[in-house]
């Protein structure tokens, strides 16, 4: 059973900073781990995934060059995810959530995901 619990939302001003932070804990060797985000009235878009297999990390085009996703590995039954928010825009207002499992696009119903975190940017 996988578990992903976010944290690390919060309201900023635009060009502000936010760090997320997901636990994500259970059976997810070789998972895909990363985060996508939904804002009101739009599609789910991808912020950031890391891909065990082939180590690599890849992010959404809104958030190139401003955003990074770091992954810990703490034992072999719980990671750490989080996701380095920088130059902060309204546009970047969302519920985001923390995914993890087999299939992509992350958001996928086969897949985990938290309960998510909101970050709001005025």
């Known amino acids: 059973h996988v578990q992903l619990v976010e944290s690390g939302g919060a309201s900023v001003q635009a060009g502000g900073s936010l760090r997320l932070s997901c636990a994500a804990s259970?059976?997810?060797?070789?998972?895909?781990l990363g985060w996508f985000r939904q804002a009101p009235g739009k599609e789910r878009e991808k912020v950031a995934r890391?891909?065990?297999?082939?180590?690599?990390?890849?992010?959404?085009d809104a958030v190139e060059g401003r955003f990074t996703l770091t992954h810990e590995s703490q034992d072999n039954a719980k990671n750490m995810l989080y996701l380095h928010m920088n130059d902060l825009q309204i546009e970047d207002t969302a519920m985001y959530y923390c995914?993890?499992?087999?299939?992509?696009?992350?958001?996928?119903?086969?897949?985990?995901r938290g309960q998510g975190t909101q970050v709001t940017v005025s």
């Open positions: 995914a993890a499992g087999p299939a992509l696009p992350l958001w996928v119903t086969r897949n985990s």
């Open positions: 890391f891909l065990p297999a082939s180590n690599s990390i890849t992010y959404g």
């Open positions: 259970g059976s997810i060797s070789n998972y895909a």
